[in-house]
């Protein structure tokens, strides 16, 4: 194949000399050009875009890079290519261009072939078909002919007639003489049938001397004499005779085999069987935390489908007798615990959020996920949809979050729980700094050591001790057990903080803060910083802006393009900064105002004792002790801090 296109170059240009014209540089591969411009994410795409514009192959465009594209970071900073694709319209003589569409195409080109000859005996006479050679292939001669009509005993023959067919070698047949019957030397056929009735193949035997050819009409004759009358391949027996497939078994009829129907069944919309699969992250490490192990499901979510039963598809052999099939078998739908059917019964929904389970044929949603150890490698980290139970452990490093309760019979170590509900922990929660306990409603436990955060929507109850944590409640946090102690740390509660004993002999830094909405207080805080953070970037930014300003007005009103690129774009972040200092501004006041309108007046109360260096704050009175205090409560009376006697809790015992 190139070889014959390096001839039509060379046959090209020598067309171009010819007639006087000087050949374009490219061969015929130059002429006339088309141009468009597009936008791709790769030079193949932009191509496949600009051949179907251009309605033409890419092997005949060519393209200039006008903006050079990128795939971005993970997807991001993605950009576009921008390519100027031509359509090079070639100058290819005439002679050549049958050839060139084959090229094309992709078809295979012969250069050269001899030329053929065949002699066919029917019952509409005798044929001759000459057919011409191709590029530098031989010619059929008259004396071949001869000698053919010869050896097959065909005489009394106009000679000129057959060199006239010879000399214009047309490829088609031309009658040359009549058909003289000899069923001795005519050609034969044999059909063979399948045990199974289902194939039909034809032998053609080829005819002797000037013996005619089987024909169609033979054929067809025969496969009716023998009752084959369905899937019969009319065009496999026309090729057979045009193309002298003698000796050689070929398929002429086939009938068509039966189907069953497939049965009906189940397509889950969930994984049945889990397979542990972990995934790599940016930098490719593997964390084998998140095992995925659970798999949640909502109210109303499809958990399987039926496919219903298909019917039996009836068969029928070349003789056209009919095979029968059978239909599909039917199944019926078998919801487990908290699943239903849908009212067209092709359909298993989930009733409840939860961990769908499929066993014993049985699709289930359990509201509980139960691990019988440890939170650890073996389990990775849990996410769940309803309530969880921990039998042992949580090690550090691992997260368990639940939309329901989380109830942790162990200890709990650096960890991350989060529920909607309540979090229990038997034991107790060893944070060392970095745990993070966040609970919609109550947090219960042994004691809460070393916490990073603990935050409830409701109370916090602990039996013995919060030591060095920073804890937050909606409503109150009670430590009421026999060593119930508050020592260092933060300790904030929206209406109550009660406990035996508040900071150490030792003088330990405790702050205690109650009647102000906790999550509220620590918003002021964090927005108060970053409004202070916004105030200094827009100080630096005037300053710097100030700098390009005097420079641009020195500089005759102009300064280098990068120096101007700086300063819009310094313009705009003081002003982006500028705006969100507003916001924050407003959002203090929103919270200043709630915070105000608050009823609770809150109060701490301590049945044993109040160590000096703690830090007491009733919504907006403050107090630190600087002497022990026994017995006491602490509330706020005309700005003021007042103490009272104290005050038990009133503690509602949780299963």
Known sequence: MDRLKELLIDETEESFQSEGVQPPEGGAQSGAEEFIEVEAYSIEEGLEHASKKLKTSIADLEYEILERGSSGFLGIGRRPYRILIKRLISRIPEELKGVTEMIQKG?????????????????????????????????????????????????????????????????????????????????????????????????????????RIVELDDVVAELNKRNIIYGVKESAIKEAIENDQYNQPVLIAEGIPSHDGADARVEFKFKVDKEIQLEEDESGKVDFKELDLIENVVVGQVLATK??????????????????????????????????????????????????????????????????????????????????????????????????????????????????????????????????????????????????????????????GIMHSFVDAGKRVVCNGRRAMIVGGRVRAGEEVNAKVIGSPSFTETIVEVGLDPKSRQQLIELGEEFRNSKEKVHELNMNITTLQTQKKTGGGKLSPDKEEMLLNMLREKEELSARMAEIEDQIQEIRAYLTSLEEKGKVAVQNVVYPKVKITVKDANLEVRDDFKYVTFVQEAGNIKVLPYEEPKVQKKE
Request: hydrophobic letters at 35%.
């Open 307 to 464: 496919v219903p039963p298909q019917k039996g598809q009836t068969g029928k052999t070349i003789t056209g007798r009919e095979i029968p099939s059978k239909d599909g078998r039917d199944i019926q739908l078998q919801p487990g615990k908290n699943v239903k059917v849908s009212e067209d019964r092709t359909q298993m929904i989930a009733e409840i959020n939860g961990q769908v389970v499929y066993n014993k044929g049985r699709i289930s949603v359990e509201p509980v996920y139960e691990v019988k150890g440890d939170v650890s490698l073996d389990t990775g980290n849990i996410v769940f949809l309803g309530t969880v139970i921990v039998r042992g452990n949580v090690e550090d490093g691992f997260s368990v979050k639940a939309a329901g309760n989380i109830d942790i019979r162990g200890n709990v170590g650096k960890a991350q729980l989060e529920a909607e509900g309540d979090i229990i922990i038997k034991q107790g929660l060893l944070g060392k700094d970095e745990a993070e306990i966040v609970a919609g409603n109550d947090i219960i436990a042994k004691f809460i050591e070393r916490a990073k955060r603990v935050e409830a929507g409701r109370d916090i109850l602990v039996s013995e």
């Open 107 to 211: 078809e295979a080109v012969q250069q050269d072939a001899d030329g053929e000859f065949k002699i066919r005996v029917t019952k509409q006479g005798m044929f001759l078909i000459v057919k011409a050679p191709r590029g530098r292939g031989r010619r059929i001669s008259l004396q071949e002919v001869q000698n053919a009509l010869y050896e097959r005993q065909i005489s009394e023959i106009d000679v000129k007639l057959i060199e006239g067919i010879v000399n214009k070698a047309r490829g088609k047949p031309v009658k040359i003489g009549e058909w003289q019957p000899n069923p001795d030397n005519d050609g034969k056929m044999s059909i063979e049938i399948s045990e199974d009735e289902m194939k039909s193949y034809l032998t053609l035997i080829p005819p002797r001397r000037n013996g």
